[in-house]
Nanobody, 120 residues
């Protein structure tokens, strides 16, 4: 079994910053792509940013130049999202995602989510 756990959400004023962390643990042979998605009330879950095992990153247009995704380069089990210049429209539950290679094959694993609220 694999666990993915997010932390670092909270309430922040517009223009502020937050750093989200995500750690994967359990029956893992190798971690491939990891990333962050978000879901606002009444909306679908959307991609925020991803990072490959080799360090290639991709971002949603709405967060480019404001958010930075990074990854632990020792055992590749942790991923971070530095969020700057936050806007009210960034308010959402943020979910960490990991593509995990196990003995039985490759599976997608999601965390429980962490709430980010941007409000004055």
């Amino acid at each position: 079994q694999v666990h993915v756990v997010e932390s670092g959400g909270g309430l922040v004023q517009p223009g502020g910053s937050l750093r989200l962390s995500c750690a994967a643990s359990g029956a893992i042979l190798r971690l491939w792509t990891m990333g962050w998605y978000r879901q606002a009330p009444g909306k679908q879950r959307d991609l925020v940013a991803t990072i490959s095992r080799g360090g290639t990153t991709s971002y949603a247009d709405s967060v480019k130049a404001r958010f930075v995704i990074s990854r632990d380069n020792i055992d590749y089990t942790s991923v971070y999202l530095e969020m700057n210049s936050l806007r009210p429209e960034d308010t959402a539950v943020y979910y960490c995602y990991a593509k995990v290679e196990q003995v039985r094959g490759i599976v997608d694993v999601w965390g429980q989510g962490t709430q980010v609220t941007v409000s004055s």
